[in-house]
C-alpha cells in the first residue's frame, strides 16, 4: 500500500492526533512501527537521535514513526532544515509533523514560512495533510457515531444528539465519558438514554484552559468573558463544585512540584514543564491561598451565606488576583 513520506498533522487537540497516527500507522500495510515522539518546543525540539532516526538506516529494517509534537513552535531555520532532508526519506521512516496551534475561524494555522516551503507544498498536493479544528458541536455527532460503530453500538432515538450536546470538546475527557458508557453497556450493544445521563455534566468551562489563562498578562477580560457567559447555562452549582474539584488536585500538584516530587506527579512531562514555574512562583503561600479560595467556595454553598454565581464570582476573582504575573 502507498503511504505519505511524511505527514503535516494540523489539529489542536493531541487525543485526536494520536488517533489519527494510529489508524493511519494501522492502514500502512507494514507491522512493527515504533513510535518516538519528540517537542517542538523543547530546548532542544530536534536533537541528534531525531536527525539519526531521519537519515541513518539502522541494522534492523524495524519501521519507525517520528512524531513531532508541537511542531508549530520549530523556528524557521528547523524548517528550512527538514525541507533539504525529506527529500532523502527512507522507505521505513515516517515522519509526522503536528502543528497544534489554535485555528481562528476556519483558516489552518500554519504558519507563512513553512507554507511556501517544497516539501510542505507538495504534502498538500499530494494528499499528506490532515487538517482538523477540533470538537465542537457539530463534529461531535461524527465523533460518537464513529465510536459507536467501532463499539458496534446501536443508539436509541435521542441518545445520538444528546451525547452530542452533553460531551466535552476536548477529546480525552470525551473519551472517558464514553468509556464509563462502555462499561455500563457491559456485554450489550444498546445504549440508552440512561446511558447517556451518566455523561458529567462538567460545566462549560474548560478548566485547564481557566487555569493557563490565569497566569497570562492581561487575561482579566478574557477570563471574566467566560464567566459571565457561564452565568448564563444550566447546571451552574455542578460546574462550581467540578471547578473547586480540579483547584484542589491542582494545588496538590504544585505543592509536589515545588517540593522537588515531580517524579510522584502523574501527568504528562510536557504539563509538568508548563506548571513548574508557575508553581515556583506561587510558593508555599500562594498554594496554600488557593486551597483557602477552594474551601471558602465550597464552604459558601453548602451553608447557603452566597449562591453559585456570587460564589463563582468571589472564587475566579481571588484566582486572578493570586494567579496575576506581577504578583510577588
Known sequence: MTRPKYSFLVCPDPQLLNKHINDALNASGVSGWERKAFWGDDDDPLPQAFWQDLTIKGLFSQPKALVVRRAHNLKMEQWKKLNEAMRGVGSDIWPFFCLEGQWKGTKAPVSAHLAKLDFYKHAQKSGWNWEFAGLNESTLREFVANWARENQFTLDRGVHQALAMALPTDAVAAKLELQKIELAVGDGHQVTREHADLVAP????EFFELMDSL??????AAVWKRVLEDHLKKSQDKMI?????????????????????EAKVKAHPYVKKLKTPVAKRLGRHGVARMIDLALDAEMSIKTGSRNPEEVLDFLVAGLIQLFRPQRA
Open 241 to 261: 463544585f467540578n471547578l473547586i474539584g480540579y483547584l484542589a488536585s491542582q494545588a496538590r500538584m504544585y505543592w509536589m512540584l515545588m517540593s522537588g516530587e
Open 202 to 205: 462538567t460545566g462549560e468551562m
Open 215 to 220: 497566569g497570562k498578562q492581561g487575561a482579566e
